[in-house]
Protein backbone atom coordinates (compact mmCIF):
# COMPACT_ATOMS: atom_id res chain seq x y z
CA UNK A 1 0.00 0.00 0.00
CA UNK A 2 2.72 2.32 0.63
CA UNK A 3 4.23 1.35 -2.97
CA UNK A 4 1.01 2.60 -4.03
CA UNK A 5 0.87 6.26 -2.40
CA UNK A 6 4.03 6.92 -3.17
CA UNK A 7 3.18 6.54 -6.85
CA UNK A 8 -0.01 8.50 -6.32
CA UNK A 9 2.22 11.18 -5.31
CA UNK A 10 4.69 10.94 -7.70
CA UNK A 11 2.09 11.06 -10.31
CA UNK A 12 0.64 14.82 -9.83
CA UNK A 13 4.77 16.00 -9.93
CA UNK A 14 5.94 13.74 -13.15
CA UNK A 15 4.88 10.87 -15.60
CA UNK A 16 5.40 7.38 -14.29
CA UNK A 17 6.12 4.79 -16.43
CA UNK A 18 3.95 2.84 -18.49
CA UNK A 19 4.13 -0.16 -15.56
CA UNK A 20 3.58 1.85 -12.76
CA UNK A 21 0.53 3.97 -13.97
CA UNK A 22 -0.69 0.61 -14.83
CA UNK A 23 -0.31 -0.98 -11.12
CA UNK A 24 -1.77 3.02 -9.62
CA UNK A 25 -4.90 2.02 -11.74
CA UNK A 26 -5.21 -0.86 -11.03
CA UNK A 27 -5.15 -0.14 -7.61
CA UNK A 28 -7.20 2.88 -7.35
CA UNK A 29 -9.69 0.13 -8.91
CA UNK A 30 -9.46 -1.58 -5.75
CA UNK A 31 -9.00 0.56 -2.81
CA UNK A 32 -11.58 2.89 -1.68
CA UNK A 33 -8.83 4.10 0.42
CA UNK A 34 -6.56 4.76 -2.05
CA UNK A 35 -8.97 6.73 -4.23
CA UNK A 36 -9.66 8.99 -1.35
CA UNK A 37 -6.59 10.07 -0.91
CA UNK A 38 -6.02 10.83 -4.16
CA UNK A 39 -9.46 13.25 -4.10
CA UNK A 40 -8.18 14.94 -1.06
CA UNK A 41 -4.67 15.59 -2.61
CA UNK A 42 -6.25 16.84 -6.21
CA UNK A 43 -8.40 18.71 -3.78
CA UNK A 44 -5.43 20.47 -1.59
CA UNK A 45 -3.33 20.94 -4.81
CA UNK A 46 -6.22 23.02 -6.08
CA UNK A 47 -6.61 25.10 -3.40
CA UNK A 48 -3.18 25.85 -3.08
CA UNK A 49 -2.65 26.70 -6.08
CA UNK A 50 -5.64 28.88 -6.40
CA UNK A 51 -4.52 30.76 -3.13
CA UNK A 52 -0.98 31.30 -4.55
CA UNK A 53 -2.39 33.41 -7.10
CA UNK A 54 -4.23 35.44 -4.44
CA UNK A 55 -2.19 36.15 -1.89
CA UNK A 56 0.50 38.41 -3.54
CA UNK A 57 0.01 41.42 -5.18
CA UNK A 58 1.73 42.78 -8.31
CA UNK A 59 5.70 44.00 -7.21
CA UNK A 60 5.85 41.95 -4.27
CA UNK A 61 9.10 41.01 -4.83
CA UNK A 62 10.65 44.66 -5.51
CA UNK A 63 8.25 45.55 -2.68
CA UNK A 64 10.03 43.31 -0.01
CA UNK A 65 13.79 43.89 -1.34
CA UNK A 66 12.77 47.79 -1.35
CA UNK A 67 12.04 47.50 2.24
CA UNK A 68 15.03 45.21 3.03
CA UNK A 69 17.58 47.66 1.52
CA UNK A 70 16.02 50.71 3.63
CA UNK A 71 16.17 48.92 6.87
CA UNK A 72 19.99 47.50 5.83
CA UNK A 73 21.04 50.93 5.41
CA UNK A 74 19.55 52.18 8.51
CA UNK A 75 20.10 49.54 11.19
CA UNK A 76 24.37 49.92 11.92
CA UNK A 77 26.41 46.83 11.10
CA UNK A 78 27.65 44.27 13.34
CA UNK A 79 30.98 45.91 13.35
CA UNK A 80 29.88 49.09 14.92
CA UNK A 81 28.00 47.23 17.10
CA UNK A 82 30.41 45.82 18.07
CA UNK A 83 32.91 48.86 18.60
CA UNK A 84 29.70 50.36 20.54
CA UNK A 85 29.64 47.05 23.26
CA UNK A 86 33.14 47.62 23.19
CA UNK A 87 33.00 50.75 24.14
CA UNK A 88 30.15 50.69 26.58
CA UNK A 89 32.20 48.16 28.61
CA UNK A 90 35.69 50.02 28.58
CA UNK A 91 33.86 53.10 30.19
CA UNK A 92 32.98 50.54 33.68
CA UNK A 93 36.68 48.88 33.38
CA UNK A 94 37.89 52.02 32.68
CA UNK A 95 35.72 53.90 36.06
CA UNK A 96 36.58 50.52 38.25
CA UNK A 97 40.34 50.83 37.42
CA UNK A 98 40.16 55.01 38.25
CA UNK A 99 38.68 54.36 41.67
CA UNK A 100 40.74 51.07 42.39
CA UNK A 101 43.81 53.33 41.48
CA UNK A 102 42.91 56.15 43.91
CA UNK A 103 41.89 53.82 46.75
CA UNK A 104 45.23 52.16 46.43
CA UNK A 105 47.30 55.28 46.14
CA UNK A 106 45.69 56.58 49.31
CA UNK A 107 46.80 53.26 51.18
CA UNK A 108 49.86 53.28 50.15
CA UNK A 109 49.96 57.25 51.03
CA UNK A 110 48.94 56.21 54.64
CA UNK A 111 51.06 53.43 54.71
CA UNK A 112 54.41 55.00 54.07
CA UNK A 113 53.86 58.44 56.10
CA UNK A 114 51.29 58.43 58.37
CA UNK A 115 51.89 61.53 60.18
CA UNK A 116 51.71 63.45 56.54
CA UNK A 117 48.23 62.77 56.40
CA UNK A 118 47.57 63.28 60.49
CA UNK A 119 48.87 66.57 59.65
CA UNK A 120 46.66 67.40 56.94
CA UNK A 121 43.54 66.72 58.90
CA UNK A 122 44.35 68.77 61.85
CA UNK A 123 45.40 71.78 59.73
CA UNK A 124 42.18 71.44 58.07
CA UNK A 125 40.27 70.95 61.25
CA UNK A 126 42.30 73.86 62.35
CA UNK A 127 40.97 76.26 59.37
CA UNK A 128 38.09 78.47 60.07
CA UNK A 129 35.72 79.50 57.57
CA UNK A 130 36.96 82.66 57.10
CA UNK A 131 40.51 81.35 56.41
CA UNK A 132 38.77 79.16 53.72
CA UNK A 133 37.01 81.71 52.33
CA UNK A 134 39.96 84.35 52.30
CA UNK A 135 42.42 82.06 50.71
CA UNK A 136 39.96 81.10 47.35
CA UNK A 137 39.20 85.22 47.06
CA UNK A 138 42.96 85.95 47.35
CA UNK A 139 43.98 83.10 44.58
CA UNK A 140 40.72 84.33 41.96
CA UNK A 141 41.93 87.56 42.49
CA UNK A 142 45.12 87.26 41.75
CA UNK A 143 44.18 85.06 38.51
CA UNK A 144 42.03 87.91 37.60
CA UNK A 145 44.66 90.49 37.79
Same mark, same amino acid.
Given at each position: @??? @? $?? *????????? *?????????????? $?????? +???? +?????? !??? =????????????????????????????????????? *? #????????????????????? $???? !? !?????????? !???????????????? =?????? #?
Amino acid at each position: @MKK @M $QE *LLIRSFDQI *LSVKEQQELDQALE $QSEELR +QEKE +QLESMR !NLL =SAGAEESFRPMFAERVMNRITTKSARQPTSEMEFFDS *L #LHIFRKVAIAGAIAIVVLASA $QLIV !N !NPSTTTTATK !NVSEMSLDDVLVSAFI =SSMEDI #L
